[in-house]
């Protein structure tokens, strides 16, 4: 199997040979044990597959160690308290990370540490700055703009729920305006401060061209919110994005047992958000850094299994009446958004292999009603508009079997009016989303 060598010599996720589930990827090597982090020190490309085992550990060797270790200290002793004012001083000048031992754990985490080096690795940027919460983590961001006095953000929807609530309620002080992805040159404004899409987009699936997106913001920076994609699928910062948001709770963990969000970026926004996390305190425990990098090194296989699966239950839910419309992106992955004939909150409450539950990317298939839980802080007439329907299912495919699952949907789909048993006659359709 061909490897391709970074950066950007694969296909886009808007080619039509883009990357798929069952492709492959090399990101750069890995940083030596005594570079800077996030420095590349080798021309060598490694397969993504081999990153995602390897990052934020290659200095363990060197310390006897094989699994990383997990600092759960909140202090660190320092009997050079003038050196310490000093790093201190300098941290909070610039953001960089202060050279020499742990300080705070307000400031910075060694193993927090570890999962930001291999996430930067895996995105292919710079830097990354991890967060309690994917909200968290955007919350950063919009704050780090707004300190510059560029509080207006252009947004596409759909976006997630509670991102686009915190775009638009004004928390904040952003002001935002909403555009479609052709209208965003005319909307950017000379105190815009980010551009702010999702692609695979919560809860439709929608895809954006990304490239194109990036053409249109100018020198406003693009954050692309990569969680449903993860860098197995596609890496935003190949199509021109400057910041990748993911809610590291989801596929990066993969287990449904940490929460947490992080920022993929260049060193200089890096900076900046450390500053605003020692300031507001929205650190990641070490307990969730160190579960989310064990997580990423099985990120390509769970991503790759779990899509195999999702596209054959597309498959088989767009051949049958009791579904109206299959929602599956072209670019693949785990998610399926589906329009059921019946009742909706029927079928949520049929299941009994799959969870009725928020969030995805788990292990085990889950189970949701967009407009009722995730999107239902959006207001109606603008869910409805970016395709947020009553009807409207999401469902996060895990690892289970795929024929376990389709038993499991089929009864389901037999519940209330619209079922099988409730004279069902719609016709599936299936759609995937190509660029615009």
């Known amino acids: 199997m061909d490897l391709d060598t970074y950066p950007g010599t694969h296909p886009g996720p808007e080619s039509a040979d883009g990357p798929r589930p069952d492709g492959t990827r090399a990101t750069p090597a890995a940083p030596s044990a005594q570079a800077p982090r996030h420095e590349t020190v080798r021309a060598t490309a490694r397969a993504l597959e081999t990153e995602a085992v390897h990052a934020g ?180 910062v190949e199509s021109g994005a400057r910041i990748v948001l993911h809610s590291a709770t989801k596929y990066l963990g993969g287990h449904g047992d940490v929460l947490g969000g992080v920022v993929a970026c260049d060193e200089a926004t890096a900076r900046d958000l450390r500053r605003v996390r020692f300031a507001t305190g929205g650190v990641l425990h070490p307990l969730a850094g160190y579960l989310l990098l064990r997580g990423l090194a099985t990120l390509p296989v769970r991503v790759r299994a779990a899509s195999a699966t999702a596209a054959e239950l597309a498959r088989r839910l767009t051949a049958d009446p009791r579904v109206r419309q299959v929602l599956y992106p072209r670019l693949g992955g785990a998610m399926v958004a589906f329009e059921v004939a019946g009742d909706p909150h029927e079928v949520i409450a049929a299941v009994r292999l799959i969870t009725p539950a928020v969030s995805l990317g788990s292990v085990d298939t889950l189970i949701q009603h967009p407009a009722s839980i995730s999107h239902r802080i959006v207001a109606e007439g603008d869910r409805r508009s970016s395709g947020v329907s009553e009807q409207l299912l999401r469902m996060s495919v895990g690892l289970e079997d795929v024929d376990d699952l389709w038993r499991d949907l089929d009864q389901a789909l037999d519940a209330g009016p619209g079922g099988r048993t409730g004279g069902g006659t719609a016709a599936g359709s299936y759609d995937t989303y190509a660029a615009p």
């Open 57 to 236: 550990r290659e200095d363990l060797p060197g310390l006897g160690l094989h699994a990383p270790p997990l600092d759960l200290s909140t202090t660190y002793p320092s009997y050079d308290s003038r050196g310490e004012a000093a790093r201190i001083d300098a941290f909070a000048a610039d953001g960089a990370e202060p050279d020499g031992p742990p300080v705070y754990a307000r400031l910075g985490n060694p193993t927090v540490a570890r999962f930001e080096t291999a996430l930067a690795r895996l995105e292919g940027t710079g830097s990354a700055v991890a967060f309690a919460s994917g909200m968290a983590a955007l919350t950063a961001v919009l704050l780090v703009r707004s300190a510059a006095g560029l509080r207006h953000v252009v947004a596409v929807r759909p976006l997630y729920g509670c991102s686009d609530h915190l775009l638009g309620a004004g928390l904040l002080g952003t002001e935002v305006t909403w555009v479609d992805p052709s209208g965003i040159a005319d909307a950017i404004r000379p105190d815009t401060g980010l551009v702010v899409v999702e692609s695979p987009a919560n809860p439709t699936l929608a895809e954006l061209d990304l490239r194109a997106v990036a053409r249109e913001c100018g020198e406003v920076p693009l954050l692309a919110d990569n969680t449903f994609a993860t860098p197995v699928l596609q890496r935003p």
